[in-house]
């Protein structure tokens, strides 16, 4: 698979939409994804692909890639007069909802526009003003009893963003937090297909993260790994950063977080793989133990988990259009190999 394989991939990955707890058509595309590197590929309770590729010995240690496939959306909440009324599921900005075209996830989609005052009729103070989430509709074009009749209430919705390359090496569009992180996961599949292992390889593109980690928990519980490498997309560098922010800037690597959410041993073992193999890297400083990602559920399962955290940069988290380094991912995905190549057997 080279870069333009994966430029491929994302494109079809993230034109798919999957919001938390909507995530079923992502999931079902990534086991297909997944089944020629894999020995098994499922779906469990929550939403969770799951896959797995054994390594054939008695007692292995298991070692579990992860990144989350569900993407920031909103669910209608009513309707009134033909335009409906939603909420966030997750991190959805009001800022980015009120300049969004929309997805209505019926079947088939229903496409909107959320309703904004034009600046002619708009008082001076009220320029300045975000709208709240409640004080605002998507417009679909129908009247009242259409509506109601099309579109129940608890139907999901996503923003509109295509998927396209961007400057010279730069993905941008919707849903690459972190539909990146499976791609790179994806990747490292692909080079460790001729390798022989000696851990047992899971993978899990968990849902519903967004809401709070809430797939990867009861899939970790399950799989119970000795070892996890969490993919996630971390803040790039944009001209209205704070001075004062560390932030990494696009074709910097790899991301690799430092901090009591990760364990130091593994921590520091992937560091030193990313030397040994000049896999381009920077370390990320996260001070709590709550990361904002999966990590934060896997590492405190069961016994505990030995667990990494990987981000790839990106800028506009949580925008219609992120923007990602197509090396960036490439970097992840050569880490993520050679991580997979050095563990050892009992």
């Not at 790994?225 to 990494?248: E, M, Q």
């Not at 520091?268 to 990361?291: D, N």
């Not at 505990?304 to 490439?330: N, R």
Request: charged content about 25%; some cysteine; hydrophobic content about 40%.
């Amino acid at each position: 698979m080279d870069v333009m394989d994966v430029m491929d991939v994302l494109v079809e990955l993230c034109s798919l939409s999957g919001p938390p707890g909507f995530e079923e058509p992502v999931a079902k595309h990534v086991c297909s994804l997944m089944e020629p590197y894999m020995d098994e590929t499922w779906i469990d309770v929550m939403g969770n692909a799951i896959g797995v590729r054994r390594c054939g010995k008695e007692g292995a240690r298991k070692l579990l890639f992860d990144a989350h496939i569900d993407e920031i959306g909103l669910i209608i909440t009513g309707c009134e007069e033909g335009y409906l009324r939603f909420a966030p599921l997750g991190g959805l900005d009001a800022r980015v909802a009120s300049t969004a075209g929309i997805q209505v996830l019926t079947d088939p989609p229903h496409f909107g526009v959320v309703c904004a005052l034009p600046p002619h009729v708009l008082k001076q103070e009220d320029t300045e003003k975000f709208v709240k989430f409640e004080d605002m509709y998507i417009d679909v074009g129908l009247t009242q009893e259409v509506a109601e009749k099309a579109i129940p209430l608890g139907t999901p919705a996503v923003p509109v963003s295509s998927i396209r390359h961007f400057g010279s090496n730069y993905v941008c569009g919707k849903a690459l937090d972190d539909r990146a992180g499976f791609v790179a996961i994806l990747r490292s599949l692909e080079l460790l297909q001729s390798e022989k292992l000696e851990v047992d390889l899971y993978v899990m593109a968990s849902v519903q993260e967004e809401v709070g980690t809430r797939g990867a928990a009861p899939g970790v519980y399950a799989i119970a790994p000795d070892y996890c490498v969490v993919i996630d997309v971390g803040h790039a560098k944009t001209p209205d950063s704070k001075p004062t922010d560390t932030l990494a800037q696009l074709g910097s690597g790899v991301l690799i977080a430092r901090g009591p959410n990760m364990n130091q041993e593994f921590t520091k073992t992937v560091v030193e793989l990313a030397e040994k193999h000049e896999i381009k890297h920077m370390i990320e400083v996260i001070p709590t133990g709550m990361s904002g990602t999966n990590a934060r559920a896997i590492q405190v399962s069961r016994e505990g988990v030995s667990t990494a955290l990987f981000g790839i940069p990106l800028k506009y988290m949580h925008c219609t259009h992120e923007v990602a380094s197509l090396e960036d991912i490439e970097c992840t995905a050569q880490l993520l190999s050679e991580t997979a190549k050095s563990l050892v057997a009992k």
